[in-house]
């Protein structure tokens, strides 16, 4: 029971990390180290939310490797329970930026991340 919950845990703070890694890349690179002021927000450039749509699965296949990893046994099962995890997360996230994005990038980004996780826990499985 306990290493099934440090490997759903364990796989989504490999996400986490990598999605942080992506939003510093973001914040330095494309933002010139500064955030930008809420007041003024506007939707972000196309090739950022390209950029997000690339990223957001090839991390989402690491969280799902990391998960089946220390789980070990069942990986697809402990990476259904991520997913599952991640199903309400969406769905927040999804309310909270409805309108400052466009619905592609809403709903693809989430789509696209669950389906890495259980990619990641396949490739786990087959390796």
Same mark, same amino acid.
């Given at each position: ?47 950022? $939310?390209? #950029?997000?749509? &690339?990223?957001?699965?090839? /991390? *989402?296949?690491? @969280?799902? =490797?990391?998960?089946?990893? !220390? ?10 329970? $991520?997913? #599952?995890?991640? &199903?309400?997360?969406?769905? /927040? *996230?999804?309310? @909270?930026? =409805?309108?400052?994005?466009? !619905? ?24």
């Amino acid at each position: 029971m306990i290493r099934s919950i440090l490997a759903v845990v364990a796989g989504y703070l490999a996400m986490f990390i990598g999605v942080s890694i992506f939003f510093t890349f973001v914040v330095f690179f494309a933002w010139g180290g500064k955030l930008p002021d809420p007041a003024t927000y506007t939707t972000p450039p196309s090739w950022l $939310l390209y #950029a997000e749509l &690339a990223w957001v699965p090839l /991390v *989402s296949v690491a @969280g799902g =490797w990391v998960c089946a990893f !220390v789980a070990r046994s069942r990986p697809m099962r402990h990476a259904a329970a $991520l997913v #599952a995890i991640m &199903a309400p997360l969406t769905a /927040v *996230s999804i309310v @909270g930026e =409805w309108g400052m994005k466009p !619905v592609w990038s809403l709903l693809g980004v989430p789509v696209l991340g669950m389906a890495g996780v259980l990619l990641g826990a396949r490739l786990y499985r087959a390796v």
